[in-house]
């Protein structure tokens, strides 16, 4: 059973099992207000679901593709709550995720994920289908380009089903983590997929004083 965050789009939160499915899921569509909701709805999805957070095996973060800001809230979240329930963090792609959701409702046609990435540009990320245990096989890594080079971006552009997915669902990264970690897949790594600087840098040196 885990708890499930992703903060890539707009935020959501998921309380998820293998075996029983989605037992609660939290949305907040709005894509600048990640830190004033994490927490409400990491407390509302845990009592929606009706169980103790004891009964947790894990915690489960998506990486992104996402915005600096928005995604590294979901992700600080994930760790914080999972350090503090003394359970494992894995990690999982956001758009794999995206991915799951579209191949586990039947389809089964190569798919492209796109998402805002903001200042008028997309992340995307191909796939040619699911594997024999429905898992997501990703044709092409996550990319950053603007809308109108995603033809040229895109191997075989014309040959994918596009979905341009407004959010992306904790419980289906939930439920995609579940699968990856039954039949021994890998999760995501540690570093964050933003795909761009963020705004904010670290200054090279302190600054004079005069």
């Known amino acids: 059973m885990l708890l499930a965050i992703d903060t890539s789009a707009g935020t959501s939160v998921a ?18 207000r990640h830190a004033e909701v994490i927490g409400e709805a990491i407390l509302f999805a845990i009592e929606r679901s009706g169980i103790a957070i004891n009964q947790l ?25 999972a350090f503090g329930a003394s359970r494992p963090l894995v990690r999982v792609v956001s758009h794999d995720a ?8 039947g389809n089964t046609a190569p798919l492209l994920v796109v998402t805002d990435a903001r200042r008028r ?17 990703r044709a092409q890594a996550p990319g950053l380009c603007r809308p109108d080079e995603l033809p040229a971006a895109v191997e075989g552009y014309g040959s994918y089903e596009r979905v341009d997915a407004a959010e992306v669902s904790a419980a289906s990264a939930g439920l995609l983590a579940e699968g990856l970690f039954l ?9 964050a997929l933003y795909l761009r600087a963020p705004d904010a ?6 600054k004079r004083v005069s």
Do not use: C, K
């Open 183 to 191: 039949h021994q897949r890998a999760f995501a790594g540690a570093e």
């Open 121 to 137: 540009e997309v992340y995307f990320s191909a796939y040619s289908g699911a594997d024999s245990v429905g898992l997501p096989v």
């Open 98 to 105: 995206v991915a799951w959701g579209h191949f586990a409702a």
């Open 15 to 32: 309380v998820v099992d293998r075996d029983r499915g989605i037992l609660s899921e939290v949305n907040e569509s709005d894509t600048r």
């Open 201 to 206: 840098t670290i200054s090279a040196g302190p």
């Open 57 to 81: 095996s894990g915690v489960t973060a998506g990486m992104g593709p996402g915005p600096f800001t928005g995604l590294r809230v979901g992700i600080a979240a994930a760790q914080a709550f």
